[in-house]
């Protein structure tokens, strides 16, 4: 399965994408990540090393740019290599604005996700909203 190693922890959702990914992964990977929202009182980033993905799925496109308006959820991280950095920043202008955010390496994007974490302590729900 070309995504796995899912994590939620200390408000970072991670996963690892290699070769193909399929539309029904990236459904999966956001049902994970919006569990992985919702279980957390604070915001939280999505994390994602997709260094060894070869093609992305064209439907997987418009589901994993959607991810990018989940509820409680920062930003959505990626640390991609050359033939796929194109394919990711089309996915971040088809999602919702300044919230996703493509790097070459996982240590920048790591360091980058937990920049937004301090960044974002809290998370104020319209409710809470005055």
Not at 13 to 27: D, H, L, N, R, W
């Amino acid at each position: 399965m070309p995504i796995t190693n899912y994590e939620c922890h200390d408000r970072v959702f991670f996963a690892k994408e290699t070769g193909f990914v399929t539309t029904e992964e990236a459904y999966v990977w956001v049902e994970k990540l919006e569990s992985c929202a919702s279980q957390n009182q604070q915001p939280i980033v999505a994390l994602v090393d997709a260094l060894e993905v070869t093609r992305i799925s064209p439907v997987a496109y418009q589901v994993f740019s959607k991810a990018s308006f989940t509820e409680n959820v920062v930003g959505v991280v990626v640390a991609t290599n050359a033939v796929i950095t194109q394919t990711s920043t089309t996915i971040s202008r088809l999602g919702k604005r300044q919230q996703t955010w493509v790097f070459s390496t996982l240590d920048e994007a790591r360091q980058y996700a937990l920049r937004l974490l301090e960044e974002n302590p809290e998370y104020d729900s319209p409710d809470q909203a005055e």
